[in-house]
């Protein structure tokens, strides 16, 4: 069956400290791939996307995540974070069809 | 342009009783999506529409609950006799999808339903 395992519940870094934010999917084939933050209390917001090409991607907020085909994992990853970033994280992914599969989310916390 | 809206932000309601949650999605998109969201899990799909077209429905959306698109804009969620077990986070969110394009959904800030 299709999914999407972010295995970290939660996390917590330092401010300034590096992040990352691990994912793995299992599909057919290479699925189109999605990392979504959520703040209490908002809505869903896109940080990034792959859907082919450059296995490196860049998103906004200075977040970017990698690809790997050989591990089926599509890491988030931030050089440092800020005490804003404290949020909780989804790993989401289609087939480029109707149906996005998230993951259970991984909830940061940053401490001074 | 003013992003995905849900309408209301909360309802609490008594076992047994009827709701109807409203999305206005982004007025270009063509498609419109329904999410359920429990206490730490991740967005479950519900339902989605192309247009005004529901062309899938997951297995979770049981028969108390009923989604319209009437005019291919905003979209209704309707559940009838709602049980405790329906208490969650319901996430509205739309994208624009053409042929060959690649296309992200833009989601709203959620409905929270309390069944008491």
């Known amino acids: 069956a299709q999914s999407v395992t972010q295995p970290d519940i939660h996390i917590t870094v330092s401010e300034g400290a590096s992040l990352e934010l691990r994912c793995n999917y299992s599909?057919?084939?290479?699925?189109?791939l999605f990392w979504y933050v959520q703040s209490p209390g908002q809505g869903l917001q896109l940080l990034l996307k792959y859907f082919s090409g450059d296995t490196l991607v860049q998103g906004i907020k200075g977040f970017e995540a990698e690809f790997k085909r050989s591990q089926s994992s599509f890491n988030l990853r931030k050089p440092s974070v800020h005490w804003s970033d404290a949020a909780e994280y989804f790993c989401a992914a289609d087939t480029g069809g109707f149906k996005t599969i998230f993951g259970a989310g991984t909830r940061l916390f940053v401490k001074a | 342009d003013t992003g995905v809206s849900q309408d209301p932000r909360h309802k609490i309601t008594k076992r047994g009783q009827n709701v109807t949650f409203r999305c206005d999605p982004i007025s270009e998109h063509n498609r419109l999506y329904w999410y359920r969201q429990t206490l730490g899990q991740g967005p479950e799909f519900l339902t989605y529409f192309q247009n005004e077209a529901q062309l899938e429905k997951s297995r979770l959306l049981s028969d108390r609950f009923s989604a319209e698109r009437p005019k291919g804009s905003f979209s209704t969620l309707e559940i009838q006799r709602t049980e405790q077990g329906d208490s969650a986070m319901y996430l509205c969110?739309?994208?624009?999808?053409?042929?060959?394009?690649?296309?992200?959904?833009?989601f709203g800030p959620g409905t929270r339903l309390t069944v008491t």
């Open positions: 969110a739309s994208s624009f999808e053409t042929s060959g394009n690649s296309y992200e959904q833009y």
């Open positions: 599909y057919g084939a290479t699925p189109y």
